[in-house]
């Protein structure tokens, strides 16, 4: 299967982990990254073509003239759909609790946020962040791997695009000395995110089903 897997990377779902699974598997030459213009992860050629000539239809074209296979990075799953039409799209979710406070304690350790965990996850640019990324052309995603289960998720994904790709750890928080979310934390945390705590149950299955 050589179509171009693309990865929508949630931040804090072990999309870091894949990604360098993929890179091992694949090799470097065939890996895409879209993080951003201010990331250097992000591939020249995705520079090129995505940020400064804004020209779409000449990424693909490009991307399939050197036989890419794995596009990564941070972008919402609309970014690309048309862009890629025969693409497999796929992601990973997490509970969303878990995931908020891994993002907050990212903040805190590696671009010294100085707030309080609650002021973090008040603001909504943190809110719904999976849903939001995932909401528009939901039916393009083929695959949906759960960060709790990463293991039996990777050797699904192995199976359904006949590859084999290796579990990796990769971008793990070291600890730290802040105190874990209080109860009223949590609950406020589950009123603000409830579609992507809707989301999540509806890919929970997935823990439960044999591998």
């Given at each position: ?17 894949l ?41 693909a ?68 962040q ?16 759960i ?50 705590i ?12 044999p591998?």
């Amino acid at each position: 299967m050589n179509a171009l897997i693309v990865l929508i990377h949630i931040p804090k779902t072990g999309g870091t982990s894949l990604r360098v699974a993929a890179e091992r598997y694949f090799g470097a030459g065939a890996m895409l990254y879209d993080y951003g213009t201010e990331a250097r992860l992000t591939s020249d050629l995705v520079r090129e073509w995505v940020y400064e000539r804004e020209d779409l239809a000449g990424f693909a074209t490009a991307a399939a003239e050197q036989r890419f296979r794995f596009l990564s990075g941070h972008f919402p799953l609309d970014k690309y759909v048309e862009t890629f039409p025969d693409a497999h799209f796929v992601s990973w979710i997490r509970q969303p609790a878990a995931r908020i406070w891994s993002a907050y304690r990212h903040f805190v350790r590696d671009n010294g946020y100085q707030g309080t965990f609650r002021e973090f996850y008040s603001m909504g640019r943190f809110q719904n962040q999976q849903s939001r990324l995932l909401q528009r052309h939901r039916h393009r995603l083929e695959f949906v791997g759960i960060t709790e289960r990463f293991a039996p998720s990777l050797a699904r994904f192995n199976r359904q695009f006949g590859v084999r790709l290796r579990q990796h750890a990769a971008n793990r928080s070291p600890g730290d000395d802040l105190h874990e979310p209080s109860t009223l934390d949590l609950q406020e945390l589950e009123m603000l995110n409830a579609d992507d705590i809707k989301l999540y149950r509806s890919f929970e299955r997935l823990l439960l089903d044999p591998v």
